[in-house]
C-alpha cells in the first residue's frame, strides 16, 4: 500500500485566523454557514475567504457565504 505523505506543518509560524458567519438575513432564508480562514496576515485570511466564494462587506463588517451569495 501506498499511504498518502502529509506535509509536516510548521511550527513556529504566525497565523491569522479569520472566522465567518453568514450574515443572510434570516428573513429570507435561514442560514448559519460558518467558515474558518488561516493565512500569515489578516489580508491573506480575507483573500482566501474570496477565493471559497464568500463575500466581505469592510463597510457593514458583515459575511456572505458562497451558497448564499450565489442566490442573490
Ligand atoms: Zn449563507
Do not use: N
Request: a positive charge; hydrophobic letters at 30%.
Amino acid at each position: 500500500m501506498i499511504a498518502p505523505s502529509k506535509p509536516h506543518p510548521p511550527r513556529y509560524v504566525e497565523q491569522h485566523q479569520l472566522l465567518l458567519y453568514c450574515d443572510q438575513p434570516p428573513s429570507l432564508w435561514a442560514c448559519d454557514v460558518s467558515a474558518q480562514f488561516a493565512g500569515s496576515t489578516p489580508g491573506e485570511c480575507l483573500r482566501r475567504a474570496r477565493a471559497s466564494g464568500w463575500r466581505i462587506h469592510r463597510t457593514t463588517r458583515t459575511a456572505t457565504c458562497p451558497q448564499c451569495s450565489g442566490r442573490t
